[in-house]
């Protein structure tokens, strides 16, 4: 068989080499920072005589409960470790900027001698980092062509469903195991040792008939609008000749009515707002993103740097102060995107995102027409620097407005910091 990907395996023969990324020690720091709840971020597991079971109670996850789960076999999923871990969040943040698609993480804590999860496929393409100790892997090709790069995930799999492993391997520290969507995987730990390991994964609903359920949907819209064949009547005899039931019959209608339908699919080529449809999956992706990691520079030219602070009983250096001359630029090209929606020019933004994926709602600014010449002007100068009067805006009252609100935003930075920290 040939697939579009095949599993991938780096030995790096070097223990450290993500040394830290994220260990059991950081594990045990959120735990006792009270942050992790059950189900939301933590899920208890294990695997036992082909049966999966999760063991999740409700509340905090406290550090002695755990614990004794770990110490009872059980296998620990810390789902999005980007919240509690820095450095977990910056390396996300660059992938997925080089990916253009959403990068989130889960790690996994096994005891040794266990296996936490049943064998299945997923629906990403993950890559799996062993950070500490050992881990036996099994990787089998697609069952069938229906699972290569699969939409959605498997259920659980049992081991009679499947054949031999096409890739075989102990993970130790340092090293990496790739395997796209639709490829069945299953780990344990060996007797002697634990296993801590986080998979990246990306590409999620990021192919081209995810692409096409946006477009599809658009481009039938504007030609119900713009196009006369489209909106006309249906045979009124069709129902005595179409369907399932009339699938073998030899019919001149028959053909007429396939060859009409083929027609009109062909001429939704010419109403497909392709553009249009990229600003909107778009639009998805910066809800997925996670929020930038600024530089400690990046912060002292943002407002997160801002110096505005209560001092002698009351607030101070609070007026954020912008000129014409002011010279500001982007924070990152790739965290705003314009769309052109029904209800208005909208600047959706990923600055305000939440390092938890979808815990709130898209952020955006609904923005005037006349502004959207500026926001092309920003994304084009990027990264180089522009003075505020050079925004392409009526008046410099507007120009100051819309830099001011995209500063408050931390979406523009400036060259000079606007007050000394």
């Not at 030995?11 to 950081?26: I, Q, V």
């Not at 699919?265 to 992706?285: E, G, N, T």
Request: charged fraction near 25%; charge should be negative; hydrophobic fraction near 35%.
């Amino acid at each position: 068989r040939h697939w579009e990907r095949a599993p991938l395996l780096v030995r790096r023969g070097d223990p450290g080499y993500y040394a830290g990324l994220f260990s059991t020690a950081d594990f045990d720091a959120a735990l006792r920072r009270g942050e992790v709840h059950f189900g939301t971020h933590l899920d208890v597991t294990s695997y036992s005589e082909g049966v999966r079971e999760t063991h999740n109670p409700s509340g905090r996850a406290l550090p002695a409960v755990v614990w004794d789960f770990y110490q009872n076999g059980c296998s620990l999923r810390l789902l999005c470790p980007q919240a509690f871990s820095p450095t977990v969040w910056h390396f996300l943040s660059i992938l997925q900027e080089q990916f253009g698609s959403m990068a989130g993480a889960n790690t996994y804590l096994t005891p040794p001698g266990t296996q936490g999860f049943a064998p299945h496929y997923d629906d990403i393409e993950a890559f799996v980092l062993q950070l500490e100790g050992k881990k036996h892997w099994r990787v089998y090709s697609p069952r069938t062509d229906a699972e290569v790069l699969p939409q959605f995930s498997s259920a659980n799999l049992t081991q009679a469903e499947l054949g031999e492993p096409m890739l075989e391997t102990v993970l130790e520290a340092g090293d990496l195991l790739y395997f796209p969507r639709g490829f069945v995987h299953q780990g344990d730990c060996l007797p002697d040792v634990h296993s801590l390991h986080i998979t990246v994964s990306s590409y999620q609903r990021n192919s081209w008939g995810d692409f096409l359920e946006k477009l599809l949907p658009a481009a039938l819209q504007m030609a119900l609008e713009e196009d006369l064949e489209f909106r006309r009547g249906l045979p009124m005899d069709y129902l005595r000749y179409m369907g399932v039931a009339n699938s073998d019959t030899v019919d001149a209608r028959r053909t007429a009515f396939v060859e009409k339908v083929q027609s009109l699919i062909k001429k939704l080529v010419d109403y497909a707002p392709i553009d249009a449809a990229v600003d909107q999956r778009a639009k998805s992706f910066l809800h997925d993103c996670l929020p930038p990691v600024l530089t400690q520079s990046e912060k002292v030219q943002s407002v997160y740097g801002f110096p505005a602070r209560w001092q002698d009983g009351g607030p101070c250096n609070v007026d954020i102060l912008i000129t014409k001359d002011t010279e500001v630029r982007l924070l990152r090209h790739g965290i705003v995107r314009l769309c052109n929606e029904e209800s208005g020019v909208m600047l959706y933004y990923t600055t305000e995102n939440s390092r938890v994926y979808h815990k709130e709602e898209p952020k955006f600014l609904e923005l005037d027409p006349e502004y959207t010449d500026s926001i092309e002007f920003l994304l084009s100068s990027y990264p180089n620097y522009i003075s505020v009067d050079n925004l392409p805006c009526e008046t410099l009252e507007e120009k100051i407005s819309l830099a001011t609100l995209l500063f408050e935003k931390g979406i523009l930075i400036t060259k000079k910091p606007l007050a000394q920290i």
